[in-house]
């Protein structure tokens, strides 16, 4: 892998579409020379260093000052070489074992077994070694070097093609060799492990029994999904093409991955290479291109934590040359879909060699420059509404509505009490003079019946401002913005103190901005019809239909009287606020009434 370039950054944040969630990397701690993170179960992470130490930190950033492990006399750790893998055994809690994978000082690769000490978590026996296998290096490069326990026990181990460049020794089309490979063994039996009887290449003369998969380059960095058991594996390019790999865990294994006869889905080194047809090719890639590519991928994780659920199912990764980021996740055609985050967008400037999970499957990362972060991922999106909805009242000959409630309303939301019971604080420093009132603005999950019945969930709740050209805007004067979970579906409904509303008929996804004109027509609503048809074409809410009938009565005011609308100004029908129930109050409570050219009740 082509690795070590050292550069520093402390935040950044990665904006893409508005339909895909923007990514930072919070800095958590510092650490030697990472290239690896790894965790027991418990709040601590333990961080491989290249140069041969393995130390601990907690959740926090705190560094535990003892190194857990530190083998740094035994190892070569120049070039790509050094302590580069660490796994923990799945019984660790009752059985203290662990493995890694090191360049020994012959420069060849090792794979040992280690045990905590007794009496103390924090601090590795380093005499406790015991070495379960050791490969033959031919070159300096391509030693790959992960660990992982998969969801059967069996420990995997991803090996390089043995450097240089091209793979002279074709290596990776080579089932008798242990290089270029992915390696399944079963660390519980035989001595020093046994190889599980369902291996591909077990009695078959073709491959070493050890191969799990083969035709790979340089799998940096491997991974299992939490979740599913499928298994990630992201390979080095060469020259042109990096790639992600995927094997499904309900593989019997055997995959080749093509390398080198194919670099990427491109043809590399066609001589004596098998059928395209019999090879697995990558889900993912990218060229070797600073602007949309990379020269050099670091293999990452299935998100499967709960802190950002926008992230949950995908697979990141990155490049350490470029720091552009991706995502792939299944399309649900059998396919799969790759986001790309610019990395041109944010000042980031430094490399990410390794990802990591803590106990909860929360991600990290780790830079070669020692820098430690916790990824997170922001689930909302911004997502702005043009809303118009009139009320019944009297309009002029332009349209807008100049019989307002003006003198009974308040600076403060007035739907804090029944049935809105809203706990926002908007308010308003004085009452625009093109404000006709208040409204209360829900956005709504669930999918309601088509004849109204509002069996859907309230997700947010805004009070706004209605003016008396019909636009519903925010206290700050602009328009209707939400910060909303990325690709959620809402519908939209306007209430107003007088216990009238207006469901849509349509929703919209979040980070799309919308337009919902309820002025234009019936059809505007869903359900029983709560429009009413104005002399100019254009559609009113009903104004004070309490029971609904679409006719204003007394029945509708006695109903008011046993429920009041919730707002002070509203209540006991005081609704000029003097002190005394009156004509004048009933007539206040009409004044949004539509008239239609004359000064007649509805009733």
Not at 190 to 202: E, M, R
Not at 245 to 254: C, K, L, V
Request: net charge negative; hydrophobic share 35%.
């Amino acid at each position: 892998m082509r690795l070590f370039l050292i550069s520093i950054f402390t935040l950044f944040t990665i904006h893409c579409s508005a339909q895909s969630p923007s990514i930072s990397f919070s800095l958590l701690a510092n650490y030697g020379l990472p290239v690896g993170i790894e965790n027991v179960g418990d709040d601590r992470l333990f961080i491989i260093d290249k140069l041969g130490t393995i130390g601990i930190i907690d959740t926090f950033g705190t560094v535990n000052p003892t190194p857990f492990l530190n083998i740094s006399s035994q190892i070569t750790a120049n070039g790509e070489r050094g302590l580069l893998g660490l796994a923990f055994h799945p019984s660790y809690s009752t059985n203290g074992y662990f493995y890694v994978n090191y360049t020994d000082l012959n420069g060849d690769t090792n794979v040992s077994r280690f045990s905590v000490s007794t009496g103390n978590p924090n601090q590795a026996n380093p005499s406790s070694e015991q070495i379960l296998l050791t490969i033959s290096q031919p070159y300096t490069n391509h030693n790959a070097g992960d660990l992982s326990f998969g969801p059967d026990g069996y420990l995997y181990i991803a090996t390089g093609d043995g450097g240089n460049g091209g793979d002279p020794d074709d290596n990776g089309q080579d089932a008798q060799t242990l290089l270029g490979n992915i390696l399944r063994i079963d660390v519980d039996n035989g001595n020093p492990y046994a190889v599980p009887p369902s291996n591909p290449f077990v009695g078959n003369p073709n491959g070493l029994n050890e191969i799990w998969s083969y035709g790979l380059r340089n799998p940096w960095r491997i991974s299992f999904d939490q979740l599913t058991g499928d298994l990630w594996i992201a390979d080095v390019g060469q020259g042109s093409w990096e790639e992600v790999n995927f094997q499904p865990s309900t593989s019997a294994g055997g995959e080749n991955y093509g390398w080198r006869c194919y670099e990427g889905n491109q043809s590399y080194n066609s001589n004596n290479c098998p059928a395209a047809s019999s090879l697995t090719f990558p889900v993912s890639e990218y060229p070797h291109n600073p602007n949309t590519g990379g020269f050099s991928i670091t293999g990452g994780f299935v998100y499967r934590g709960n802190q950002y659920p926008c992230l949950y199912g995908k697979y990141i990764y990155m490049d350490y040359v470029t720091d552009h980021l991706w995502t792939v996740e299944p399309d649900g055609l059998g396919g799969w879909n790759t986001t790309f985050y610019d990395a041109n967008n944010f000042a980031f400037g430094n490399s990410i060699v390794s990802f990591g999970q803590d106990a909860n499957n929360e991600l990290y990362a780790c830079s070669y420059s020692g820098d430690i972060y916790k990824i997170e991922g922001e689930c909302n999106v911004d997502t702005q509404l043009d809303v118009k909805v009139l009320l019944e009242g009297t309009y002029d000959s332009g349209g807008q509505m100049f019989a307002k409630l003006q003198n009974i309303i308040p600076l403060n939301q007035p739907y804090s009490g029944a049935p809105y019971n809203y706990a926002g604080t908007e308010s308003l420093s004085s009452i625009p003079i093109n404000m006709v009132d208040w409204v209360f603005v829900e956005l709504r999950t669930g999918t309601p019946n088509p004849n109204g019945s509002r069996n859907t969930i309230t997700a947010f709740t805004q009070a706004a401002i209605l003016l008396d050209n019909g636009n519903v805007i925010g206290t700050d004067g602009n328009p209707l913005t939400f910060k909303l979970p990325i690709d959620t579906d809402y519908y939209v409904v306007i209430r107003h103190r007088n216990h009238i509303d207006i469901f849509s008929q349509n929703t919209f996804t979040s980070g799309n901005n919308a337009t919902f004109d309820f002025t234009n027509g019936q059809n505007a609503g869903i359900g029983a019809n709560p429009m009413k048809t104005m002399f100019d074409g254009r559609t009113a809410l009903y104004a004070g239909d309490f029971i609904p009938d679409h006719t204003i009565q007394n029945t509708d005011n006695d109903l008011w009287k046993l429920s009041p609308a919730i707002l002070y100004s509203y209540n006991n029908l005081d609704a000029t606020l003097d002190g005394i129930i009156q004509v004048t109050d009933f007539d206040a409570w009409y004044r949004n009434r539509s008239v239609l050219g004359n000064s007649e009740l509805d009733y």
